[in-house]
C-alpha cells in the first residue's frame, strides 16, 4: 500500500517482520502442542521457545534458491537452533502455518478497525445531535423535495453506522480462525489437538473443517463487509460534495490556514477529502471482487488465491483504518451554514409545501384527485413563471372557501417538519 494511505500502527500489522512473527509463534504453538502430547521432549520445545529466531533478508536470500517462502522461512529459523531444529514445522504443511497466522493478524487488524468504527460512529453521532434541529432541503432525484433536518442526514449516517458494526463483528468471527489440519485437511499426520491449542492460545477458533487451506468463502464475505463499510463512507462523502457546491454552500469541508485548493484559482476551496472517499472506496470493491475470485480453487487447494491475498488482505485493511479516521476528521470538523439551508429552502417559491396544501385541502373535504388537480397547476405556473407559490393560492376561490388565511400562513412553515425529530432519534437511541 502507498505510504500516503498508511498509517503505522496498521502497516506495521503487514510487515514482513511481523507476518514472520507470527509464523513462528505458530510453530512454537505446534511444538508446544506436541509435547503435550508426549510426542516431543518438552527441553527441545523449552530451547526452540527461547532461541529460535530469524532473519528476514536471510529468508529472502534463501527464497531466491528454494522458491517457496515457508521452505525459506524454517530454514532461516532452523539455522538458529541446535539439535531441536528436527521439530520445527513437525507435522505441518505450509498452509497451516500461513493460513492460521493470517487468522491471527486479521485478529490484530480487526482490533484497530473495530476501534475505528467505534470512534466514527461516535462522531457521526455527535454531530446529529448537534444539528438534530438545523432545518434543511431535503432533496429528491437531485430536486428539491421537502425540508428535514441536517440532523436526520447525519441520523441516517449513524444507523448505517451501526449496521455496519454488526456485520463487521459477524465477518471478524469468520477470518479470525486458523487450520492445522495436514496437507488435505483430514488430520492424517497431526491430531485435532494441535489445532486447538495453537488456535487457542492465539485467541482464534479452529477451523470445524478445512482442505489445505481455509474455505476463502469466510474471506469473500469479509471482504464484503469492508466494501461496505468504504461504501457507506462514500455515501457520506457523496452528500457533503453535493452540499458544499458553489450554488448550495450548506456544508464544507475544514479549510485550514495556508491550504491550497487550486494551482491556477486561488479562489478554490474543493471537498478533496471527500472525493479521496470515493477513490478509495473504488479500490475497496475491486479488492472484494478479487476476493470472491479467490473462492472457487481446485480440489483440496491451489495457490492461485496466494498472490492475490498478499495485496489485498494488508491493502483493503489499511485503506479501512485510513478512511475511517480521515473521514471522521472531516464529519468532525465539517462547517455547516444553516443560514444557506434556509435560504436554499426558499429559493423554489414555496413549492416544497406543495403536499401539505393538498393534504389540507383534502382534510377540508375535497377528493385526493380534486386537491392534486387544483394544486398542480399552480405548482407549474409558479415553477414555469418564477412566481411565490402562496400568493397564488390566496388568489384561488376554491382553496380561500376552505382555508383561512392563518392556515394557509401555517401550511408554509418549515418547522412543521421537525415535530417527529426526537421520536426518530429516539429510536435511534441517539
Not at 28 to 33: C, M, S
Not at 159 to 180: C, L, P, T, W, Y
Not at 347 to 359: D, E, K, N
Amino acid at each position: 500500500m502507498l505510504e500516503r494511505y498508511s498509517r503505522p500502527e496498521m502497516a506495521n500489522i503487514w510487515s514482513e517482520e511481523n507476518k514472520y512473527r507470527a509464523w513462528l509463534e505458530v510453530e512454537i504453538l505446534a511444538d508446544e502442542a506436541w509435547a503435550e502430547l508426549g510426542e516431543i521432549p518438552k527441553e527441545d520445545v523449552a530451547k526452540i521457545r527461547a532461541n529460535a529466531d530469524f532473519d528476514v533478508d536471510r529468508i529472502l536470500e534463501i527464497e531466491k534458491e528454494t522458491r517457496h517462502d515457508v521452505v525459506a522461512f524454517t530454514r532461516a529459523v532452523s539455522e538458529t537452533l541446535g539439535e531441536e531444529r528436527k521439530w520445527v514445522h513437525y507435522g505441518l504443511t505450509s498452509t497451516d502455518v500461513v493460513d492460521t497466522a493470517y487468522g491471527y493478524l486479521y485478529k490484530q487488524a480487526n482490533d484497530i478497525i473495530r476501534r475505528d468504527l467505534e470512534n466514527f460512529t461516535n462522531i457521526v453521532a455527535e454531530k446529529a445531535k448537534e444539528h438534530k434541529m438545523t432545518i434543511m432541503m431535503g432533496r429528491t432525484h437531485g430536486v428539491h423535495a421537502e425540508p428535514t433536518t441536517f440532523g436526520l442526514k447525519l441520523a441516517t449516517w449513524y444507523s448505517e453506522m451501526k449496521r455496519n458494526q454488526e456485520r463487521f463483528e459477524h465477518a471478524a468471527a469468520g477470518v479470525e480462525a486458523g487450520k492445522i489440519s495436514g496437507a488435505v485437511g483430514n488430520f492424517a499426520n497431526i491430531p485435532p489437538f494441535v489445532e486447538e491449542y495453537v488456535c487457542g492460545k492465539l485467541g482464534i477458533r479452529p477451523q470445524e473443517i478445512s482442505t489445505q487451506v481455509l474455505p476463502r468463502d469466510l474471506h469473500a464475505e469479509y471482504f464484503a463487509v469492508l466494501a461496505s463499510i468504504a461504501t457507506s463512507i462514500e455515501r457520506m462523502a457523496t452528500e457533503i460534495r453535493g452540499l458544499q457546491k458553489s450554488e448550495q454552500r450548506e456544508v464544507e469541508e475544514f479549510f485550514a490556514k495556508g491550504q491550497k485548493g487550486s494551482s491556477a484559482m486561488p479562489h478554490k476551496r474543493n471537498p478533496i477529502g471527500s472525493e479521496n472517499m470515493t477513490g478509495l472506496a473504488r479500490v475497496v470493491r475491486g479488492h472484494m471482487i478479487t476476493a470472491y475470485e479467490n473462492v472457487p480453487l481446485w480440489h483440496e487447494r491451489d495457490i492461485s488465491h496466494s498472490s492475490a491475498e498478499r495485496i489485498i488482505t494488508p491493502d483493503t485493511t489499511i485503506l479501512i483504518n485510513y478512511m475511517l479516521n480521515r473521514f471522521g476528521n472531516i464529519v468532525k470538523n465539517l462547517t455547516v451554514f444553516p443560514e444557506n439551508m434556509v435560504r436554499n429552502m426558499g429559493s423554489t417559491f414555496g413549492l416544497i409545501f406543495s403536499q401539505r396544501v393538498m393534504l389540507k385541502l383534502i382534510e377540508k373535504g375535497m377528493t385526493r384527485e380534486g386537491a392534486y388537480d387544483l394544486v398542480q397547476p399552480k405548482t407549474a405556473y409558479s415553477w414555469d413563471n418564477q412566481v411565490d407559490f402562496k400568493p397564488l393560492l390566496e388568489a384561488d376561490e376554491e382553496v380561500t372557501s376552505r382555508l383561512t388565511q392563518e392556515e394557509i400562513d401555517e401550511l408554509f412553515n418549515p418547522v412543521y417538519y421537525t415535530q417527529r425529530v426526537d421520536d426518530i432519534f429516539n429510536r435511534l437511541g441517539l
